[in-house]
């Protein structure tokens, strides 16, 4: 079975579908965000992968080892409460909700015409284009699953 990845029109426009759907009634099913909050988390986490927001490395030098790297994007579900970093949640509490929904459709429009993502990630360390095609939607949708959409 293929993973999902937002290189992929349908996969990319579902998720932004739902991100449309959500209220300020959504509440979490684990974790600490409300839902504009969470919306601003996926924001900004996208600004990270386009280079735009700068992120500090503070995770585990295992995760950048390439074996495990591929198993935790590719294979392993995300889990749920890992830590993030502060700068993906330094807007949670001051984010208005349909300007998040809106940032979100325009980032994930964005996307495919940046030739170039960050070359690598804060916890991952090196990216290749389908790593960050993977691990976007796999963020995203842990996210909208986490508010039940």
Partial sequence: AR???IWND??????????WTVTPEHTAQWGKLNATGML???SDALRMALGDLKV??????ILKWAPVRYLVIHKLPMPKGAPTAPEL????????LQQEQQALQTLFDALPHRAQLAATHPAFGPMTRDDWGVLIHK???HHL???GV
């Fill in 10 to 19: 349908a996969d990319r426009a579902d998720l932004v579908r739902r991100a």
């Fill in 40 to 42: 601003a988390h996926l």
């Fill in 89 to 96: 949640i330094a807007r949670s509490t001051t984010a208005d």
């Fill in 139 to 141: 963020h995203t949708d």
């Fill in 145 to 147: 699953r986490q508010f």
């Fill in 3 to 5: 993973m999902p990845t």
């Fill in 56 to 61: 500090t490395p503070k995770a585990p030098a």
